[in-house]
């Protein structure tokens, strides 16, 4: 995973070890100094027997995912969630998927809209936004909107008051996914935000 590549790579491996198993790891090509200071690092502890760390593309991810493991574990988006799916079926590889997805979050007609503008606008935002649970879009009672609206800016402001240069927002992790930001927002604007 590249929004957590150090993390989200350990915590399933160390999971895997502690069971007795060995370890492959795929790095995420979209974060490829962590990859590369991964798979530089895992020879000094460990023997490439008990743990081997390959890096490379969309190529080298299709062939490991089609490897005979006896357990899959990936995390990342539900497309190629689905494509690890396929190409582990060939081997019946038991497979794990964390995926991202679409997160509603549904605010209830009674509930106190400053708080609740307030936590999802900071929950939202953990690690830039790039944290797959984050919430993607809020359902509101229509009398609530403007309130709730409001109150989310306000805290997004408060939490952010400067963009550029600010220590506590990270930027995107590449060109593709800021681009894909800035078309996210081409779009809202397009359609009245």
Known sequence: PWNFPIQLTVLPAAAAFAAGNRVMIKMS?????????????????FHAS?????TGGPEVAAEFSGLPFDHLFFTGSPSIGALVARAAAANLVPVTLELGGKNPV??????D???AANRIAQARMVNGGQVCVCPDYVFVP????DR?????????????????GNPDYCSSVNAANFDRVVGLIADARAHGA
Do not use: C, H, W
Not at 50 to 54: C, D, G, I, N
Not at 148 to 164: C, E, G, M, Y
């Open 29 to 45: 090509e979209v974060t490829p100094r962590t990859a590369e200071l991964m798979a530089a690092t895992a020879p000094k502890y």
């Open 50 to 54: 008990e743990l081997r760390v390959v």
């Open 106 to 111: 549904v605010v209830a007609p009674g509930a």
């Open 113 to 115: 809209i400053e708080r």
């Open 142 to 145: 229509d009398a609530q909107v």
């Open 148 to 164: 709730f609206v409001t109150q989310a800016r306000k805290t997004l402001s408060n939490l952010f008051p400067t963009i550029v």
